[in-house]
T-cell receptor, first 109, second 111 residues
Framework: QKEVEQDPGPLSVPEGAIVSLNCTYS??????FMWYRQYSRKGPELLMY????GNKEDGRFTAQVDKSSKYISLFIRDSQPSDSATYLC?????????FGAGTTVTVRA | DVKVTQSSRYLVKRTGEKVFLECVQD?????MFWYRQDPGLGLRLIYF???????EKGDIPEGYSVSREKKERFSLILESASTNQTSMYLC??????????FGPGTRLTVT
């Protein structure tokens, strides 16, 4: 069983829709929880990170962590075609990151 | 602005060749990482280095080695390339526990 599970999708939504992405994990030692965004033919870049359970907002993006259920989510409101990318969840313990498989999202104009 | 650069964007090599992938970062980061990315498997850690000449195995080190002679440069070596090493290779560096800066990746094809 993988430490981090993420539905690879793909996910296709119309412009303006809410995008909901999820990951589950098995190791309770994970300390930080991140979402990376990866555009085609580019390396991943950090979108958001959280440390504790709860919600964190940044513009149209909301990251949610539920440590008791070992579940994290990313919501994208008012999605735009420029949000079309692969979204990877990631978690750290010590110096190592463990990544989900990534979900490919397409926002249709 | 942190820059992580990788020596090649695309590389085609033959089975059995020795392959060098180079990564350079310009922000004086101590920690550097090599991952491979495959569809459905996400990013998997091959090796990482937390200081010059220091290295540690990641989750899938078999068939790979690394070299870190200078702080800014971290090289991944495929001793004898095989077709199952065809993949996207990503280098990253970081200073905090939650953010890694990635290079653009090298798409390696072994034929």
């Amino acid at each position: 069983q993988k430490e981090v599970e993420q539905d690879p999708g793909p996910l296709s939504v119309p412009e303006g829709a809410i995008v909901s992405l999820n990951c589950t994990y098995s190791n309770s030692a994970f300390q930080y929880f991140m979402w990376y965004r990866q555009y085609s033919r580019k390396g991943p870049e950090l979108l958001m990170y959280t440390y504790s359970s709860g919600n964190k907002e940044d513009g149209r993006f909301t990251a949610q962590v539920d440590k008791s259920s070992k579940y994290i989510s990313l919501f994208i409101r008012d999605s735009q075609p420029s949000d079309s990318a692969t979204y990877l969840c990631a978690m750290t313990r010590d110096y190592k990151l463990s990544f989900g498989a990534g979900t490919t999202v397409t926002v249709r104009a | 602005d942190v820059k992580v650069t990788q020596s090649s964007r695309y590389l085609v090599k033959r089975t059995g060749e020795k392959v060098f992938l180079e990564c350079v970062q310009d922000m004086d980061h101590e920690n550097m990482f090599w991952y491979r990315q495959d569809p459905g498997l996400g990013l998997r850690l091959i090796y990482f280095s937390y200081d010059v000449k220091m290295k540690e195995k990641g989750d899938i080190p078999e068939g790979y080695s690394v070299s870190r002679e200078k702080k800014e440069r971290f090289s991944l070596i495929l001793e004898s390339a095989s077709t199952n090493q065809t993949s996207m290779y990503l280098c990253a560096s970081w200073t905090s526990r939650y953010e890694q800066y990635f290079g653009p990746g090298t798409r390696l094809t072994v034929t």
